[in-house]
Every structure is written in C-alpha cells, then in structure tokens.
C-alpha cells in the first residue's frame, strides 16, 4: 500500500505499507504488516498477527499477544498479553 489512505483500517492480507495512514491499523490473526510508512494513529496487533515498524506510528502500538517487532518511531507501547514487544537498538518510543 502506497499513498495517503484515510483510516481506521483493519488488513485482510499480508500488507508492506509505505504511505501514510490517517487513523487506526488493525493486523488480525494470520496477517503480517511491514510497515515502513507512517500511521497516524494506533496500530492495535491481535494474538496471531504480526507487525514489523521500520517507519513511524504517531500513537501507541497495541500488542494484544502478537509478535510485534519496533525498529522505527512509536509513542508509545501497550503490551497486552504476555508477548512483549520487541524493540531493536534504535527504536524510538515517545515523543
């Protein structure tokens, strides 16, 4: 996905984004994001999803016991359940 897409959207296949999202993202149970984009927003992973963010969500991440790997800009991080986010070395999370 490419481009500015006006949100909340929740993915129903395998998504590398690099546009700019408008509102939540949702990545179901069985979905993958690559996200080098930009979401401004939440991005909410449910158990059995996956996320990768290389580039920047404006709001929290929401790990709800997926595995979720933090290499860009977050706001923040809620992990929900017991998978804790990962964050690579030069993550950023707040502001």
């Known amino acids: 996905m490419m481009g500015q897409i006006d949100g909340p959207i929740t993915l129903e296949r395998d998504t590398a984004l690099s546009g700019e999202v408008s509102g939540s993202v949702v990545v179901t149970a069985g979905i993958s994001l690559e996200l080098y984009g930009r979401v401004v927003g ?3 992973v449910e158990p059995g999803g996956a996320a990768v ?3 920047v969500v404006t709001g ?4 709800r016991g997926a595995y979720v790997r933090v290499l860009g ?3 923040r991080i809620a992990d929900e359940a017991g998978q804790p986010t990962i964050l690579g070395s030069h993550a950023v999370v707040g502001p």
Do not use: E, K, R
């Open 53 to 55: 963010v290389h580039g």
């Open 73 to 75: 800009s977050v706001g």
């Open 42 to 44: 939440d991005l909410v």
């Open 60 to 63: 929290a991440v929401v790990n």
